[in-house]
């Protein structure tokens, strides 16, 4: 048996189930982790990256920023 939460979001009123909700909101941290740890590289690292257009395949270096 499924639990149905019901909430508020800009003015509508959004139901959807606990299991839904759970998982969702796991998706948007995992999201947000990997945004922010992103940008933490860019900012340390030079990044360049190779990319084959035709295969999708590519070699990504980085180093070190001074």
Same mark, same amino acid.
């Given at each position: 048996?499924? %639990?149905?939460?019901?909430? /508020? =979001? /800009?003015?509508?009123? =959004?139901?959807? +189930?606990?299991? $839904? +909700?759970? !998982? !969702?909101?796991?998706?948007? +941290? *995992?999201?947000?982790?990997? /945004? $922010?740890?992103?940008?933490? *590289? =860019?900012?340390?690292?030079?990044? /360049? =990256? %190779? *990319?084959?257009?035709?295969?999708?395949? @590519?070699? @990504? !270096?980085? !180093?070190?920023? +001074?």
């Amino acid at each position: 048996m499924s %639990t149905i939460i019901c909430f /508020e =979001v /800009e003015g509508q009123i =959004v139901c959807e +189930r606990e299991e $839904d +909700r759970a !998982r !969702r909101e796991l998706e948007e +941290r *995992l999201r947000k982790y990997i /945004e $922010d740890k992103l940008k933490e *590289l =860019v900012e340390q690292y030079e990044i /360049e =990256v %190779t *990319l084959d257009p035709q295969t999708l395949k @590519g070699v @990504g !270096r980085w !180093r070190k920023k +001074r």
